[in-house]
Nanobody, 123 residues
Framework: QVQLVESGGGLVQTGGSLRLSCAASGSIFSINVMGWYRQAPGKQRELVAS???????NYVDSVKGRFTISRDNDKNTVYLQMNSLKPEDTAVYYCNADGQEYYSGSYYPGNYWGQGTQVTVSS
């Protein structure tokens, strides 16, 4: 099994910053893409940012120039630096990883989710 553990959410005022972290552990062989999604009340979950193992990044338009995704491949950890936060960034943020597990002599592809961390931006 693969577990993703997130940290770093909280309450911040408009214009403030937060840094989210997500560490993957367990029977990981490789992780291709890691990303952050968010879901606000009454809205669908959306991709915020993603990063490949080679460092290629992708952002939703609403966070470009404000959020930065990065990862430490040796630690199987992904980060999301969020600056200039706005009330509309308020949501539960979920870490996601797409990769492979190795156990019992075989490789298994998988897609994994963290438990979510609340980010609240007050106006």
């Amino acid at each position: 099994q693969v577990q993703l553990v997130e940290s770093g959410g909280g309450l911040v005022q408009t214009g403030g910053s937060l840094r989210l972290s997500c560490a993957a552990s367990g029977s990981i062989f490789s992780i291709n893409v890691m990303g952050w999604y968010r879901q606000a009340p009454g809205k669908q979950r959306e991709l915020v940012a993603s990063i490949t193992s080679g460092g290629r990044t992708n952002y939703v338009d609403s966070v470009k120039g404000r959020f930065t995704i990065s990862r430490d491949n040796d630690k199987n950890t992904v980060y999301l630096q969020m600056n200039s936060l706005k009330p509309e960034d308020t949501a539960v943020y979920y870490c996601n990883a797409d990769g492979q597990e190795y156990y019992s002599g075989s490789y298994y592809p998988g897609n994994y989710w963290g438990q979510g961390t609340q980010v609240t931006v007050s106006s």
